[in-house]
């Protein structure tokens, strides 16, 4: 059982309203990272950690913006709401060395009015 | 540019079959791949990693095997059971640009009907 927590589950907001996006893990993971889900569709990667203060871009553009000040949290921050921003987004966790499993978290569901 | 395509999209079968759902990936220079299964609404949930050193895994009723020569990964359940109904995601791992990241395909939405 994976231990990677993502808050909140859901969330229904109004245009430019500013949003964090909650991940943390318990295992220790270096890296870490964001994906975005759109119904139906394969996971794009928008953030990357591979450890503290380590933060890059993934493949799809985005607007938002992460941090990793602690090894087991890495929220993302939204600075002004659209309603393109509405999707899924989830966390994901590895162990930093060697071959390893990539564990999610349960994923928000963001909508922005 | 990696590429992971799942064939097919959607799939329906009966309780009790034997099925197989592949998957296949373009640039045969992967360094692991992963099955993963996706409820509704949820996040995903590690089924079993194949090295690229591998052939296959087992866990339970499941079974992947990787031929990395050819592209393709297939993810054999056997004695499929209602719960299984979930849309089941593979993705490789891949170096770009001196860092690792995994590509998904869009998946194979199966409903196991009782």
């Known amino acids: 059982e994976a231990d990677i927590y993502q808050t909140p589950r859901y969330l229904v907001i109004g245009t430019g309203k500013k949003i964090t996006l909650e991940c943390s893990q318990t295992?220790?993971?270096?890296?870490m990272y964001w994906y975005q889900q759109d119904p139906g569709m394969e996971l794009h990667l928008i953030h990357y950690?591979?450890?503290?203060?380590?933060?890059e871009k993934g493949d799809l553009s985005s607007e938002s913006t992460v941090s990793r000040i602690r090894t087991e949290h890495f929220p993302l921050t939204l600075e002004s709401a659209r309603p393109s921003h509405t999707s899924q987004y989830l966390c994901?966790?590895?162990?930093?060395?060697?071959?390893?499993?990539?564990?999610f978290g349960p994923g928000t569901r963001l909508t922005v009015t | 540019k990696q590429e992971v395509t799942q064939i097919p999209a959607a799939l329906s079968v009966p309780e009790g079959e034997n099925l197989v759902l592949n998957c296949s990936f373009t640039?045969?220079?992967?360094?692991?791949l992963q099955w993963f299964r996706q409820d509704p609404g949820k996040g995903l949930t590690s089924l079993l990693l194949?090295?690229?050193?591998?052939r296959e895994q087992t866990s339970g009723r499941l079974n992947a095997s990787l031929d990395k020569s050819s592209g393709r990964s297939t993810l054999y359940i056997a004695a499929s059971q209602p719960g299984d109904s979930a849309t089941y995601l593979c993705?490789?791992?891949?170096?770009?640009?001196?860092?690792?990241?995994?590509?998904f395909g869009t998946g194979t939405r199966l409903k196991v009907l009782a």
């Open positions: 994901a966790s590895r162990a930093g060395t060697g071959v390893s499993e990539q564990y």
């Open positions: 295992m220790g993971h270096d890296k």
């Open positions: 950690s591979y450890g503290v203060n380590s933060t």
């Open positions: 640039d045969s220079a992967i360094y692991n």
């Open positions: 194949i090295q690229s050193s591998q």
């Open positions: 993705a490789v791992e891949v170096r770009t640009s001196g860092t690792y990241k995994y590509i």
